[in-house]
C-alpha cells in the first residue's frame, strides 16, 4: 500500500509570513498534484509535477518534485488570507494508473 | 472549459428515498470517477469509468450505483442510504496520461 505523508498537518500564520509544506512516501510515484480545498467545496488542482527534480512557480506558490520522484514540497511566499485551505497533495503510483493516493491534508490559516 | 459541473449541490434524503447525483463534463475526458469525502479527510475513491466502463469499484455497497450513459455524463444513484452515508460526493474526470483529476464543486449529502 502506497502512503504519502503530509506534514504539518496544520499550520497558522501572519500575513506576510512564508511556509512550505511538506509530502513524502517511500514509493515513486510517476506524477504528483497539489489541490486546495476550501470547506464544502471540490478540491481545485494547483499543480502536477511529472519530473524528478521538477520545479513549478504560480505566483507565490513555488512546487517542487523530488529527485527520486518520493516525495514532493509546496513552498508559499508572502502568504495572504486567500491562501487560507486545505492543501492536499496526491500521487500517481504509474502510466495509466486511475488512482491516486492522497495525503491527508494541511490546514492553512493565514491570519491578517 | 475546464469545468465539472455537479447538481445538486445538496441534498436531503432519507433512507427510504431513491435520488441520483449528476456530474457532467465536456473537457473529452475519458475518465470519470466518484470520490466520498468526510470531514477532515481526504477524498477516498469510489468507483471510476474508463470510456464509459466500470474499470474500477472500490468495494462500494450496492445502495451506490453508477451510471455513465455517455463520456461527458455520470450518475451516482442512491437508495436505502445510511446516515453515516452523509459525506460530500465529488465528481472528477482525467485525461489519461498524467491522470490529472479535476474535481467539481461537490454534493453535500445528508441522510437522515
Known amino acids: 500500500t502506497q502512503l504519502l505523508e503530509q506534514s504539518p498537518q496544520f499550520l497558522s500564520i501572519q500575513e506576510g509570513e512564508n511556509l512550505t509544506v511538506y509530502c513524502n512516501s517511500s514509493s515513486v510515484f510517476s506524477s504528483l498534484q497539489w489541490y486546495r480545498q476550501e470547506p464544502g467545496e471540490g478540491p481545485v488542482l494547483l499543480v502536477t509535477?511529472?519530473?524528478?527534480?521538477e520545479v513549478k512557480k504560480l505566483k507565490r506558490l513555488t512546487f517542487q518534485f523530488g529527485d527520486a520522484r518520493k516525495d514532493s514540497s509546496l513552498h508559499i511566499t508572502a502568504a495572504q488570507p486567500g491562501d487560507t485551505g486545505l492543501y492536499l497533495c496526491?500521487?500517481?503510483?504509474?502510466?495509466?494508473?486511475?488512482?491516486?493516493?492522497f495525503g491527508k491534508g494541511t490546514k492553512l490559516s493565514v491570519i491578517p | 472549459d475546464t469545468e465539472v459541473t455537479q447538481t445538486p449541490k445538496h441534498l436531503v434524503m432519507g433512507m427510504t428515498n431513491k435520488k441520483s447525483l449528476k456530474c457532467e463534463q465536456h473537457m473529452g475526458h475519458r475518465a470519470m470517477y466518484w470520490y466520498k469525502q468526510k470531514a477532515k479527510k481526504p477524498p477516498e475513491l469510489m468507483f471510476v469509468y474508463s470510456y464509459e466502463k466500470l474499470s474500477i469499484n472500490e468495494s462500494v455497497p450496492s445502495r451506490f450505483s453508477p451510471e455513465c450513459p455517455n463520456s461527458s455524463l455520470l450518475n451516482l444513484h442512491l437508495h436505502a442510504l445510511q446516515p453515516e452515508d452523509s459525506a460530500l460526493y465529488l465528481c472528477?474526470?482525467?485525461?489519461?496520461?498524467?491522470?490529472?483529476?479535476?474535481f467539481g464543486p461537490g454534493t453535500r449529502l445528508t441522510v437522515l
Open positions: 472528477a474526470s482525467s485525461f489519461k496520461r498524467y491522470n490529472e483529476q479535476f
Open positions: 509535477v511529472v519530473t524528478g527534480g
Open positions: 496526491a500521487g500517481v503510483s504509474g502510466a495509466g494508473s486511475y488512482q491516486l493516493t
